[in-house]
């Protein structure tokens, strides 16, 4: 009898290693059975998602043209809930102290090159204000583990940190949290802190691999970092972020558990994640990619990306700097509705970009243009950048979100949204050619605003936003 149970908290039922391995089989033995497949895609467009035994089975389908569905599929649902709105955000490194054994971090313990730096108050306030003369309204907070060094303390602090500071028009109005696995007190003071989402990657559902890549520090329990989310929601948390290092063990397995996941969320608490990222693993201090023989190539990671967004059609999907323009043009298309811009992975970066001798960085980075490029590129694509966090601050979060998600409505209050913040974002950092592109965007779209009323009101606060006036939201 299989322990599988979605509804359980404990890590092994409901991330089952005997129901992965039976769905791979499943997979493979049945990805040539076309009735089979053209069932599932069917069913897929319903969007309202397939189970991690459907989607294991169309990834393994080999059919060029069954991919070319898949991926126009995953376009259709990706603008059918998030149209072609791209939220942006960028990383906050706050320290890179770390007593975790990480073989392939270049923060774990073991590691004596590495510059290791931990940001005052005083540097955060300087780190946070060259974001926010970038442009950037939403943050994703980073940091190692280390209880001495970074406690809860030091993190609920910086957060105040944060959202305290004002300069010229600048704020940030969104702290996402990226630190590890912690107790439900530890989330429930978070979640009183004001954070967003909670972010945590299992870097694999594999437990024997997980075992191997983290020998040391408390991070090496599997159980412990799996439940994580179950103690967040305990703790009050309504958003989670989940997310697998692709690279570090084989695509098929943490793709199934990855989706067994966010079916776990769904079926015990009625909300499935908020986000998922799809980080890929990267060359970093000590870390060397070759070492790792799992590396996904890019036609399959494509497909993994879609799947993902076929198999989870409401939750919001992340990729980062750590991909390409190229790689990150071709996802776009694909499902993505976060990214990162103008990214630093050295804890102080923003302020003081390193030179090659004195990495304190988490990982290289691929794509290193500035934000201003990026949402000048995100227009030419015929993509709203977006800076909106008011879903958040309006308490849509959790059920209430994924509801209104789900029905549509969100719609009425996310276009004009993403209008109004990229025309503060125009007015206050833009290069005068982004400025140009995106001022003719904006009066291109507010004209589909569906609802009258909001179109009126949306085209009042952009004016108002032209006579200096900020921060406006539906
Ligand atoms: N330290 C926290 C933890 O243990 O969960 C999270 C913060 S860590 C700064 C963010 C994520 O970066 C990790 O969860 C991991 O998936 C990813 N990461 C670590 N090393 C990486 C590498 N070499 N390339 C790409 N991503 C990496």
Same mark, same amino acid.
């Given at each position: 009898?299989?322990?599988?149970?979605?509804?359980?908290?404990?890590?092994?039922? /409901?991330?089952?290693?005997?129901?992965?391995?039976?769905?791979?089989?499943?997979?493979?033995?049945?990805?040539?059975?076309?009735?089979?497949?053209?069932? *599932? $895609?069917?069913?897929?467009?319903?969007?309202?998602?397939?189970?991690?035994?459907?989607?294991?089975?169309?990834?393994?389908?080999?059919?060029?043209?069954?991919?070319?569905?898949?991926?126009?599929?995953?376009?259709?649902?990706?603008?059918? /809930?998030?149209?072609?709105?791209?939220?942006?955000?960028?990383?906050?490194?706050?320290?890179?102290?770390?007593?975790?054994?990480?073989?392939?971090?270049?923060?774990?313990?073991?590691?004596?090159?590495?510059?290791?730096?931990?940001?005052?108050?005083?540097?955060?306030?300087?780190?946070?204000?060259? $974001?926010?003369?970038?442009?950037?309204?939403?943050?994703?907070?980073?940091?190692?583990?280390?209880?001495?060094?970074?406690?809860?303390?030091?993190?609920?602090?910086?957060?105040? +940190? *944060?959202?305290? *500071?004002?300069?010229?028009?600048?704020?940030?109005?969104?702290?996402?949290?990226?630190?590890?696995?912690? @107790?439900?007190?530890?989330?429930?003071?978070?979640?009183? %802190?004001?954070? !967003? +989402? =909670?972010?945590?990657?299992?870097?694999?559902?594999?437990?024997?691999?997980?075992?191997?890549?983290?020998?040391? !520090?408390?991070? &090496?329990? =599997?159980?412990?970092?799996?439940? %994580?989310?179950?103690?967040?929601?305990?703790?009050?948390?309504?958003?989670?972020?989940?997310?697998? $290092?692709?690279?570090?063990?084989?695509?098929?397995?943490?793709?199934?558990?990855?989706?067994?996941?966010?079916?776990?969320?769904?079926?015990?608490?009625?909300?499935?994640?908020?986000?998922?990222?799809?980080?890929?693993?990267?060359?970093?201090?000590?870390?060397? @990619?070759?070492?790792?023989?799992?590396?996904?190539?890019?036609?399959? /990671?494509?497909?993994?990306?879609?799947?993902?967004?076929? %198999?989870?059609?409401?939750?919001?999907?992340?990729? &980062?700097?750590?991909?390409?323009?190229?790689?990150?043009?071709?996802?776009?298309?694909?499902?993505?509705?976060?990214?990162?811009?103008?990214?630093?992975?050295?804890?102080?970066?923003?302020?003081?970009?390193?030179?090659?001798?004195?990495?304190?960085?988490?990982?290289?980075?691929?794509?290193?243009? &500035?934000?201003?490029?990026?949402?000048?590129?995100?227009?030419?694509?015929?993509?709203?950048?977006?800076?909106? +966090?008011?879903?958040?601050?309006?308490?849509? @979060?959790?059920?209430?979100?994924?509801?209104?998600?789900?029905?549509?409505?969100?719609?009425?209050?996310?276009?004009?949204? %993403?209008?109004?913040?990229?025309?503060?974002?125009?007015?206050?950092?833009?290069?005068?050619?982004?400025?140009?592109?995106?001022?003719?965007?904006?009066?291109?779209?507010?004209?589909?605003?569906?609802?009258?009323?909001?179109? @009126?009101?949306?085209?009042?606060? *952009?004016?108002?936003?032209?006579?200096?006036?900020?921060? /406006?939201?539906?």
């Amino acid at each position: 009898m299989s322990m599988y149970n979605p509804k359980s908290k404990i890590a092994s039922e /409901f991330i089952c290693d005997e129901e992965i391995r039976d769905t791979l089989r499943y997979a493979q033995e049945n990805c040539g059975n076309r009735e089979l497949v053209e069932g *599932i $895609l069917e069913k897929a467009r319903a969007f309202k998602g397939i189970s991690h035994r459907e989607a294991a089975l169309l990834l393994e389908c080999k059919d060029p043209e069954i991919t070319e569905r898949i991926f126009a599929l995953a376009n259709e649902i990706k603008h059918r /809930f998030y149209g072609n709105r791209i939220v942006m955000f960028a990383p906050l490194y706050l320290s890179n102290y770390c007593v975790n054994g990480c073989v392939y971090c270049p923060y774990h313990a073991k590691n004596k090159v590495i510059r290791r730096k931990k940001l005052t108050q005083e540097e955060i306030r300087a780190e946070v204000i060259a $974001l926010q003369d970038m442009g950037h309204k939403r943050l994703a907070l980073e940091a190692g583990e280390h209880p001495l060094k970074n406690p809860i303390e030091y993190i609920i602090e910086s957060i105040g +940190t *944060i959202y305290g *500071i004002k300069h010229k028009n600048g704020a940030i109005r969104r702290v996402n949290v990226n630190i590890a696995a912690t @107790t439900v007190e530890n989330y429930r003071r978070l979640r009183d %802190a004001g954070i !967003g +989402t =909670y972010i945590l990657f299992q870097e694999t559902y594999n437990k024997t691999a997980y075992e191997a890549l983290h020998p040391t !520090g408390p991070k &090496s329990d =599997y159980a412990w970092h799996t439940e %994580a989310m179950d103690r967040a929601m305990q703790g009050g948390i309504d958003d989670v972020g989940i997310g697998v $290092l692709y690279g570090l063990e084989t695509y098929r397995y943490d793709f199934v558990g990855l989706l067994m996941h966010a079916e776990h969320l769904e079926a015990t608490y009625g909300v499935g994640p908020h986000t998922i990222s799809v980080p890929r693993l990267c060359k970093a201090d000590d870390v060397d @990619t070759g070492d790792f023989e799992n590396a996904v190539p890019d036609d399959i /990671f494509f497909k993994i990306v879609a799947l993902i967004r076929i %198999a989870v059609p409401y939750t919001g999907m992340i990729i &980062s700097t750590r991909e390409s323009e190229k790689s990150r043009e071709k996802l776009l298309e694909l499902g993505i509705s976060q990214m990162s811009g103008g990214s630093r992975t050295s804890v102080g970066g923003y302020v003081t970009p390193e030179t090659e001798s004195e990495n304190s960085a988490q990982f290289d980075i691929a794509d290193h243009r &500035s934000l201003d490029e990026v949402v000048g590129w995100l227009l030419d694509l015929d993509h709203i950048p977006s800076f909106c +966090t008011a879903c958040y601050r309006e308490g849509r @979060t959790g059920d209430r979100f994924m509801t209104l998600l789900k029905n549509g409505q969100i719609s009425n209050c996310c276009l004009p949204n %993403a209008l109004i913040t990229l025309k503060e974002y125009l007015k206050d950092y833009a290069s005068p050619e982004t400025r140009k592109k995106g001022e003719a965007m904006i009066k291109r779209l507010l004209a589909d605003i569906p609802n009258e009323r909001v179109r @009126t009101k949306a085209g009042e606060y *952009i004016g108002k936003i032209e006579d200096g006036e900020r921060d /406006f939201r539906f």
